[in-house]
């Protein structure tokens, strides 16, 4: 459900300030990022536009990552429950990347300001 009736450019354009934002509040793993973008803006992004900018941000130091196992339970061909442990991959903000979101954040407080 969409919360925000916000433009997909402007989603874009301030992509990685959503994702520090979401990242603030506790880690998460990609595909969970792309969900809660989608049902806070409403935009599906493709997976290579996700894991673009978190891979930019990982080698700018802004957020980090590690790789954890989640045990999923799935139904065989045959219709037989079974559960393993999968990788998943949870990106988490550094102090850096909080940095960053606090200066964003300001800047576009000032911009919002300036034009009133």
Same mark, same amino acid.
């Given at each position: 459900?969409?919360? @925000?009736?916000?433009?997909? %450019? $402007?989603?874009?354009? #301030?992509?990685?300030?959503?994702? &520090?934002?979401?990242?603030?509040? #506790?880690?998460?793993?990609? @595909?969970? &990022?792309? %969900?809660?973008?989608?049902?806070? +803006? *409403? +935009?599906?992004? +493709?997976?290579?536009?996700? @894991?673009?900018?978190?891979?930019? /941000?990982?080698?700018?130091?802004?957020? $980090?990552?590690r790789w954890?196992?989640? /045990?999923?339970? %799935?139904?065989s061909r045959?219709?037989?429950?079974?559960?393993? #442990? !999968?990788? !998943?991959?949870? +990106?988490? !903000?550094? *102090?850096?990347? /909080?940095? =960053?979101?606090? #200066?964003?954040t300001l800047?576009? =407080?000032?911009?919002?300001?300036? /034009?009133?």
């Amino acid at each position: 459900m969409k919360k @925000y009736q916000i433009s997909r %450019q $402007a989603v874009l354009e #301030n992509f990685q300030t959503i994702l &520090l934002r979401r990242l603030s509040k #506790n880690p998460l793993h990609g @595909y969970g &990022l792309r %969900q809660e973008v989608r049902d806070v +803006y *409403g +935009y599906d992004f +493709y997976p290579r536009t996700f @894991y673009d900018h978190l891979k930019i /941000m990982e080698r700018r130091k802004l957020v $980090a990552s590690r790789w954890d196992r989640k /045990m999923v339970t %799935q139904l065989s061909r045959l219709g037989v429950r079974y559960s393993r #442990n !999968i990788p !998943i991959k949870i +990106y988490e !903000i550094t *102090g850096k990347g /909080m940095e =960053q979101l606090t #200066n964003s954040t300001l800047d576009l =407080q000032l911009l919002l300001r300036s /034009m009133s």
